[in-house]
């Protein structure tokens, strides 16, 4: 399908009824939560000498935008996910080896005696392992639905936060004994503790993601556009969607830190000392984040959990679909949502658990048009997870010189921590300067393109590996020579690059799409959905298994880069006239957000 859905036209209208400007105030209660006085629509003449740095029509058109500051709260939120994120990752990063790999000769911890040996430990192979860190990648990013729900229902963002982290320490003191010299003897016996590990530990994991990335969102100072003017006289629009395109680069950017520190660090321990301390140093370093989280009370805004947002949400949509019938060409009229609007109904004939306001339904509707942006994910994500176990298989083939074959994954980390500051500081500013829009739909396209090749260059590699292995198609499980010695594993580093920059370019901007444009009472549940299309693209990725082993892995590399490119093309063509839409969406998530929270401060008021 090409253009517009045909809800489009409803946000079109939509946008229409709400107002270019609106300004928000913030003020925390005793208890640390946010309460917000707003004015949404046109600023009249008054309003304007309050507020003289409101932009124009006229400043809007011709004036350069750029982003504003970010706070200190935003700063100790973004070390809790650089902190969760190196010890995630540290030990994800050897979970291939310790499943897949045989314990060395000679050892009892996992660690090598010769740098060529392999670190491992239970010896299953290549698909088991294939199998479980994928399982694991699907069960991590499922539960920040369950999170979410939480979060925007009963407890609110930051005390789920806090559980999270509870729950996550004791996932991750379950892998320590699941390493333990003495247990790892017993395989059966290792492979169900770890089993039980991942389960808990991706509870709290992913209670944790669906919430972190909108909390530090919401400590950004600047929350309406405003004009700046600098000490040289040039005039530009402070933009709060920039201030958060810009807050989610450096997140990603420490999210990156902290992978690339746990990866490089415990890659290492596995290899020297074994993968109980592979376990344990990500433990130490994640138990420092409740520390953290309490320095910090004071300082971050807090939203009120919003009540059974969900359960209101799914009647909203029943409400739709029972006035548009079974005729799917109904489903995407702009009038859909119109049934579900309490001013269409005379309140004699309301019935009794339709307890939302109109406003809530127009939310709803948005965070189900910001969902359907993540409807292709899953083939981008497909591409992305080789890192997590083919890529590192396909590593341990070539000559790595006494590295540990799941280092050369820190590349990918590297990558984006080099390119970031490029494209935040230098690319993006340009782009701007001559008036390129490069829009979030523009780099999600990129993204997935990106994507495409990083798994074009991974073929060709695999190509040559079976071209020179001893063993042809099977090289890895070549007995004759181990590995192969005139590939240097760093010919991997074209794929890694190409990767993060996919990164860059798809799964941050995702993150601030999922923030910008979601309704305030469900951003949790929208960057839930949004992660959980790379636990759909796991569960997807659970039916290449028999392509993901020798002598098929050419074939592996080409079907995700083939999907990559249909699925980029098939989002560019859906989602393309949204570039237009850009700033009325941001104007009016802004004015809604703000008359909603009015709305519900003055029913407060008035119990």
């Known amino acids: 399908m090409s253009g517009a859905d045909p809800t489009e036209a409803s946000f079109v209208g939509l946008a229409a009824d ?90 009892t911890t996992g660690a090598t005696v010769d740098d060529q040996d392999q670190a491992g430990a239970l010896g299953m192979g290549q698909q088991a392992s294939t199998g479980l860190t994928t399982f694991n990648q699907f069960w991590v990013y499922t539960m920040p639905l369950f999170g979410a729900y939480v979060a925007d229902t009963y407890l609110g963002r930051y005390n789920t936060i806090c559980w999270a982290i509870l729950i996550a320490l004791i996932g991750h003191i379950l892998l320590i004994i699941a390493a333990i010299p003495s247990v790892i003897s017993n395989p059966n016996a290792s492979i169900g503790v770890f089993a039980l590990a991942i389960i808990v530990m991706g509870i709290g994991t992913g209670a944790f993601k669906s919430n972190v990335s909108p909390m530090i969102a919401e400590q950004v100072a600047s929350h309406r556009m405003f004009v700046k003017t600098h000490k040289n006289g040039t005039r530009v629009i402070v933009d709060p ?35 109980w301390l592979s376990f344990t140093l990500p433990t130490i370093v994640f138990a420092t984040t409740p520390i953290i989280m309490w320095i910090g009370r004071n300082r971050y805004i807090r939203t009120r959990p919003a009540g059974s947002v969900l359960g209101k949400a799914f009647k909203i ?57 993540f409807g292709f994910f899953p083939l981008y994500w497909l591409t992305y997870n080789q890192i997590n176990n083919n890529l590192t298989s396909q590593a341990a083939v070539m000559n790595t010189h006494g590295l540990p074959n799941d280092l050369l994954a820190n590349l990918d980390p590297l990558a984006v921590l080099i390119l970031i500051p490029i494209m935040d500081l230098l690319v993006y500013p340009t782009l701007r300067r001559f008036g390129i829009n490069f829009s979030p739909i523009k780099k ?32 890895a499980t070549c007995e004759v020579e181990p590995f192969v010695e005139s590939l240097n594993v760093w010919i991997q580093t074209p794929t ?27 951003r949790s549940m929208v960057m839930a959905v949004g992660l959980f299309t790379t636990a759909l693209a796991a569960a997807i990725g659970e039916a290449f298994l ?23 093309v098939a989002f560019f063509l859906t989602f393309r006239s949204l570039d237009k839409e850009e700033d009325s969406l941001n104007r009016l998530a802004a004015g809604e957000h703000n008359q909603h929270e009015a709305d519900v401060k003055a029913r407060e008021d008035a119990a």
């Open 241 to 275: 969607a920039l201030t958060a395109s810009r807050m989610y680069n450096w997140f990603y950017m420490c999210i990156n830190v902290g992978a690339i520190a746990g990866q490089v660090g415990m890659v290492y321990a596995e290899k020297r000392v074994g993968f």
């Open 18 to 107: 709400v107002k270019a400007n609106s300004d928000l105030h913030t003020e925390k209660g005793k208890d640390g939560y946010v309460f917000e006085e707003t004015r949404a629509g046109s600023l009249s003449t008054e309003e304007h000498e309050v507020y003289p740095d409101t932009p124009t029509e006229e400043d809007l058109r011709t004036l350069r935008r750029v982003p504003g500051r970010i706070n200190i709260a935003s700063f100790l939120i973004a070390y809790v996910e650089l902190a969760e994120r190196f010890s995630y990752y540290g030990c994800v990063q050897v979970f291939t080896n310790f499943i897949q790999q045989p314990l060395p000769p000679g050892s």
């Open 444 to 475: 999600i396209f990129a993204g997935f393109m990106c994507g495409t090749a990083a798994m074009i260059a991974a073929a060709v590699t695999q190509h040559y590996i079976y071209q020179r292995s001893a063993c042809g198609n099977n090289a």
């Open 317 to 373: 949509l029943a409400c739709g679909f029972k006035a548009a019938g079974p005729n799917p060409k109904n489903w995407y009229k702009p009038g859909f949502w119109n049934a579900a609007l309490p001013s269409r109904i005379s309140p004699s004939e309301r019935p009794s658990w339709m307890v939302w306001d109109d406003t809530f339904v127009h939310e709803v509707r948005r965070g189900f048009k910001a969902c359907a942006v």
């Open 546 to 568: 028999p392509i993901s082993a020798d002598p098929n892995l050419v074939w592996n590399y080409g079907v995700m880069a083939v999907l990559a490119f249909i699925g980029g």
């Open 496 to 522: 890694y690059v190409l990767i993060a920059l996919s990164e860059i370019f798809a799964s941050i901007v995702s993150l601030e799409y999922a923030y910008t444009k979601a309704p305030k009472s469900m």
